[in-house]
């Protein structure tokens, strides 16, 4: 079974603090990705990354950045926390080609105070 | 651009009944494929059923299948004989092919299984 893990499930953090999540996975899948999610609005996608130190944009980056050295491990980065960033934030793998289900780690709820 | 729309926001089923949960979707490409997520209220996203643009028949998954009209550009999920264990927010979504696997996803249903 696919496995993808998080550091947390939930975090306190304060305004200003930078922050770190964590996403391993231990299927040797190809692509990684961020998301975050809000009520009414689905899941929006922050970044993936298609292979270790490779990273592109997805459709709401402003105030993160990303970091994938190994391939199993993908971590998302607060550099300066704020309250608008109080969200879930979910991680996915998925192996490349053209059939590619994406499995989801369990969350972390974040709280910017 | 892509666009899925899921307009319930919230459905109530029997159970044992079965339940449509809607889902369209927008894209000019001619290759994509569409997803269906369940998300208990423990939030780990759980993949439910896959269907790609070019299948000529409906996915079946166990009690979930997909009905797809690729003319109307619907992919509503169906499930079959509610089990209150499916009381969870749905997500459809939708990948088009070269765009490294990246996935669009409605606002998602919540759907309730009443005894």
């Known amino acids: 079974d696919v496995k993808v893990t998080q550091s947390s499930r939930y975090l306190v953090k304060r305004t200003g603090e930078k922050v770190f999540l964590e996403c391993v996975q231990d299927m040797d899948h190809e692509n990684m990705f961020w998301y975050r999610q809000d009520p009414g609005l689905g899941l929006r996608l922050i970044y993936f990354s298609y292979d270790v130190k490779m990273k592109e944009k997805g459709d709401i980056p402003e105030g993160y950045s990303v970091s994938r050295e190994k391939k199993e491990r993908f971590s998302l980065i607060l550099e300066s926390a704020s309250t608008n960033q109080t969200s879930m934030y979910l991680c996915?793998?998925?192996?490349?080609?053209?059939?590619?289900?994406?499995?989801f780690g369990p969350g972390t709820r974040l709280t910017v105070l | 651009a892509q666009k899925i729309t899921q307009t319930q926001p919230g459905m109530f089923v029997q159970e044992k009944e079965a339940v449509t949960l809607d889902c369209t979707y927008d894209t000019s490409d001619q290759s994509y494929g569409l997803f269906w997520y369940k998300q208990p209220s423990s939030g780990e996203m759980i993949f439910l059923i896959y269907q790609g643009s070019y299948d000529e028949q409906n996915a079946t998954e166990g009690r979930y299948s997909l009905n797809f009209q690729k003319a109307r550009k619907s992919a509503n999920l169906v499930i079959s004989a509610s089990q209150l264990g499916d009381s969870a927010m749905y997500f459809c979504?939708?990948?088009?092919?070269?765009?490294?696997?990246?996935?669009?996803f409605g606002t998602g249903t919540r759907l309730q299984v009443t005894l």
């Open positions: 996915a793998s998925s192996l490349g080609g053209s059939i590619n289900t994406q499995y």
């Open positions: 979504a939708m990948r088009v092919t070269g765009t490294a696997s990246k996935l669009t």
